[in-house]
């Protein structure tokens, strides 16, 4: 092979290094952007968490930490009020049927 050609390919070599470099540093000084970004959402965040929040719930006991019965009566509210609701959708499917019947009646 002719030296001009290891030099255009030893060129060519060194411009893709160039190009590979600039490709990485540009995406590095992005991903620092949106890295600092996340980080004044994440202490924006961390600050509202210090503060007392206004309905006074963070006096309360974490969940985890109070008597079973405190769970299991939470339970039945939570399935009274799904029973409540499937039975109020029972009838009005009710309703709905018994109207459509007494207009194809008619």
Known sequence: MPWWVWLVLAL????MLVAGLAYAALHAFRGVKSLS??????????????????????????????????????YADAHAAVLARKAAKRERHA????????FNND
């Open 95 to 102: 309703e709905r049927w018994a109207r459509w019947r007494r």
């Open 12 to 15: 060519f070599m060194l411009a």
């Open 37 to 74: 970004d996340v980080g004044g959402c994440l202490g924006e965040r961390v600050a509202k968490l210090s503060q007392p929040s206004p309905d006074g719930a963070a006096d309360e006991a974490p969940f985890f930490t109070r008597p079973l019965t405190d769970a299991t009566d939470r």
